[in-house]
């Protein structure tokens, strides 16, 4: 589904390039919860970025079910990640101004979808969360768990083949924490839908099914997580 071929991405920054992912082959398929792992600075985000299209690489290839994201457009990329993939980011990102049902319902309000439509799939995708009796509130009413919860049901309400995390609770407690790892636990969906976190907690690590480390813009280790290690709450 997700793939890099030899990627490598540099920024410039004045006069000096800053290597942030160096030669990465990667391949991330439907129904795994790969979680990638490493200190500040060893290229994680930018490794998500460039599987979600939301950047290209420098040098080598990065594919979405064989094509190559470099090769599309900036209108084609955009549509790509708007339709079939979804993101969760660790500052929420929602809209002030808009309750929860209406923040949910945005990706498909801009693609053209009837409103009635929108809100009765962002409806839906509340209740998946739990979050349904809140469907109605804004942002500023939510606690940091229900603003994130609501962030999650906005990443699915595409029903998308794969959703991308970066620190997804890195602004949370440790009970609100379990509560939205669990609920990513049970997103990946066997031949069709991958999720891929970025975490610096190993506890948050071990609820995926897979763990990347990466040190200095390399793959230091790729190994399954072993079942043992998975908290009993996300089972």
């Known amino acids: 589904m997700l793939e890099l071929i030899e990627v490598t991405k540099v920024y410039v920054q004045g006069r000096r390039t800053v290597p942030a992912v160096q030669g ?3 391949t991330v398929r439907p129904g795994e919860f790969v979680t990638i792992m490493g200190p500040s600075g060893s290229g994680k985000s930018t490794l998500m970025h460039l599987m979600g299209a939301l950047d290209t690489p420098t040098r080598g290839r990065a594919l979405f079910h064989g094509q190559d994201l470099q090769a599309m457009s900036d209108r084609q990329r955009s549509l790509l990640r708007r339709e079939r993939i979804g993101f969760v980011f660790q500052a929420f990102n929602l809209l002030p ?8 319902a945005l990706p498909l309000l801009l ?26 509130h804004f942002p500023d009413e939510l606690s940091g768990g229900e603003m994130q919860r609501v962030a999650v049901a906005r990443a699915i309400v595409a029903d998308p083949e794969a959703v991308l995390c970066d620190e997804p609770t890195g602004n949370l407690d440790s009970q609100t924490s379990r509560e939205i790892l669990t609920l990513l636990s049970r997103l990946p969906e066997p031949a069709r ?4 976190m970025v975490t610096h907690d190993p506890t948050a690590a071990a609820y995926g099914t897979r763990l990347v480390r990466l040190r200095d813009g390399r793959i230091e280790s790729d190994h399954p997580v072993p ?9």
């Open 227 to 235: 079942k043992s290690s998975v908290p009993c709450d996300s089972v």
């Open 111 to 136: 693609a053209g979808r009837n409103r009635r439509q929108a809100l009765q799939r962002a409806g839906e995708c509340l209740e998946q969360v739990g979050l349904s009796h809140r469907a109605d």
């Open 193 to 196: 839908r991958a999720v891929v």
């Open 24 to 26: 990465v082959s990667l």
């Open 97 to 104: 101004t808009l309750t929860a049902a209406e923040n949910v």
